[in-house]
Nanobody, 121 residues
Framework: VQLQASGGGLVQAGGSLRLSCAAS????????LGWFRQAPGKEREFVAV????????NYANSVKGRFTISRDNSKNTAWLQMNSLEPLDTAVYYC???????????????WGRGTQVTVSS
């Protein structure tokens, strides 16, 4: 499956962004869909994951209550709605697909190119 993330940009603290992840090339509904992020000088970290139909959702503690992951398999698209953004959320955000549920990036086989999110204070 090929993935393409988009929707990043520059936003002030407290603002919102909605990232999109468009999938193609395989049956999107076969995969768990995760979002990860990587800030400069830091390791890639888990943000959120959802199951095949978007029913089960898990979040990193740092984004819980502020970010929402969702998907629409009929559109082969997933989203990450990010509210109450903070400067610490600044990172390159990636969507990724896996055949299993995981918060560990090494279990994800397919990755999209990232999209930059910058939150100014």
């Amino acid at each position: 499956v090929q993935l393409q993330a988009s929707g990043g940009g520059l936003v002030q603290a407290g603002g919102s962004l909605r990232l999109s992840c468009a999938a193609s090339g395989a049956t999107f509904s076969n995969y768990f869909l995760g979002w990860f992020r990587q800030a400069p000088g830091k390791e890639r970290e888990f943000v959120a994951v959802t199951d095949w139909v978007g029913r089960t959702k898990n979040y990193a503690n740092s984004v819980k209550g502020r970010f929402t992951i969702s998907r629409d398999n009929s559109k082969n698209t997933a989203w990450l709605q990010m509210n109450s953004l903070e400067p610490l959320d600044t990172a390159v955000y990636y969507c990724a697909a896996s055949l299993r549920h995981s918060t560990v990036s090494s279990f994800y086989d397919y990755w999209g190119r990232g999209t930059q999110v910058t939150v100014s204070s």
